[in-house]
């Protein structure tokens, strides 16, 4: 019998080579396409998400014609699986909707978020970083839990917000070693809560007492205008452009002058140059759509937390009530403001009552977080010169928008923040993109 020729070691070697590098080329094409395809998957569903939304709102509106929800749940219009930790839906005027859709951490689509309409989806997968989770994903699994030890609660439909007198929202903020977060080394910031899928912060203290807006003699008779964003040529109010210019400039030298009082009036270095908002922090806030419609101050012993909410989502602004004296502006108000850094609303101090009578009297509203807050961001809609504040006794109350009075910044994160801690004043919850 002849002998079977058999492969040599060499040859052996040689095959396991060539297989090594076939293996080497086709396997970052395989995952590719695997995330193209998860990519894609979900883009899909969060397109059809989207299509479905806008037909359940042309159906509300033939029903009825004043329809208008700004925001619904995605369960209203769609079943949604385990894969899927969150998603949100928000309406233009038009109403167009807009789509967040956020995969469950260690799920079939782990760190992939879609953001879009049903024209213009877009999908990206993020990585989260070793000992972080993503900030909705944590907040949304912390409510679900159902033990309201943390104080969290659910309003409107989607929002997710911190309640009572000393909820488990604290924070580290605005640090100067972010290496090494701690009560030296940076700020004391507290969650307001989630909306549309990103954290709303607040400063827990105030940068110092100024006024929201003060004018020249000639108008309003130097009591100031209560249009907070730019309207026309006009700017805006001096707080609104205070707290996003001197406050996000990070090389400001020294100490600036900033409004306090009435007819114009500057005192000279009263803003503290140490308070300024570092580039570190700006890199994880982002440009907001902030609503500034009037709220009635001729509600003021009976202002409902239900009615505040939908005003300040409303179209309602400077009624000359006291006469031509205070009210002379040709300023047109306007009802949304877009910009970095705000104020918190009247139903943001409202909501974060403990007190179950808050909802019906906004003049019972302890205990609450949000001690001694200042000024809100909601002007008056019943006068021309007048915004609402947090009064020291922690009952809402609005007053000439020329009073010095506590400042607290509020500002929103940008979407997708991964977040880790506790929320405790111990284990305060720390950032990171």
């Known amino acids: ?25 086709a396997i970052p094409q395989i995952m590719n396409t695997i995330k193209e395809t998860r990519l894609k998957t979900m883009e899909d569903s969060a397109k059809l998400i989207a299509t479905n939304a806008e037909k359940d709102y042309l159906a509300q509106q033939t029903i009825n014609s004043n329809y208008n929800a700004p925001s619904i749940p995605c369960s209203d219009v769609a079943k949604l699986s385990k894969d899927y930790a969150s998603c949100t839906i928000t309406y233009n005027d038009s109403g167009v909707a807009t789509v967040k859709l956020k995969g469950t951490n260690g799920g079939k689509f782990n760190g992939i978020t879609c953001t879009g309409t049903k024209d213009n989806m877009k999908c990206k997968e993020k990585v989260v970083l070793p000992g972080y989770s993503d900030a909705v994903e944590l907040l949304t699994t912390k409510y679900n839990n159902g033990t309201n030890s943390e104080g ?16 488990n ?4 903020f605005n640090c100067t070693d972010n290496s090494n977060p701690t009560s030296s080394t940076c700020e004391s910031w507290r969650i307001v809560g989630l909306f549309d899928g990103r954290v709303k912060l607040v400063r827990a203290s105030s940068i110092g007492n100024f006024s929201w807006d003060s004018s020249a003699e000639d108008v309003n008779a130097g009591w100031g205008v209560n249009q907070w964003g730019p309207s026309g040529t006009y700017e805006g109010a001096d707080l609104m452009r205070e707290l996003n210019t001197d406050y996000l400039n990070s090389t400001l030298s020294e100490n600036a002058s900033w409004y306090s009082g009435k007819n114009n009036n500057l005192t000279s270095g009263n803003f503290d140059k140490n308070y300024v908002l570092k580039d570190s922090a ?19 012993q009976e202002l409902t937390l239900s009615y505040a909410y939908a005003a300040e989502r409303g179209t309602h602004g400077k009624m000359c009530t006291q006469g031509t004296t205070g009210c002379n502006d040709v300023v047109e108000r306007t009802y949304t403001w877009t910009g970095k850094v705000g104020l918190i609303y009247t139903s943001d101090f ?17 205990p609450n977080w949000m001690v001694n807050s200042g000024w809100t961001i909601t002007p008056d809609g019943n006068t021309a010169d007048y915004a609402f504040y947090v009064h020291s006794s922690n009952y809402i109350k609005s007053s000439y928008v020329y009073v010095d009075r506590a400042v607290k910044p509020s500002v929103y994160l940008i979407p997708d923040i991964q977040m880790k801690g506790s929320g405790t004043t111990a284990d305060p919850y720390v950032f990171a993109e």
Not at 169 to 172: D, P, R
Not at 350 to 366: H, L, Q
């Open 169 to 172: 929202n604290y924070t580290y």
């Open 1 to 25: 019998m002849k002998n079977k020729k058999a492969f040599t070691l060499v040859e052996l070697l040689a095959v396991i080579v060539i297989l090594a590098v076939i293996l080497i080329i």
């Open 282 to 300: 700006q890199k994880l806030i982002g440009d907001a759509i902030w609503n500034t419609g009037g709220v009635s101050r001729y509600h003021d």
């Open 152 to 167: 969290l609660i659910q309003t409107n439909g989607t929002e997710l917000r911190y309640q009572g007198s000393s909820p």
């Open 350 to 366: 409202g909501y974060a009552s403990g007190n179950f009578m808050c909802a019906s009297n906004m003049e019972s509203c302890f």
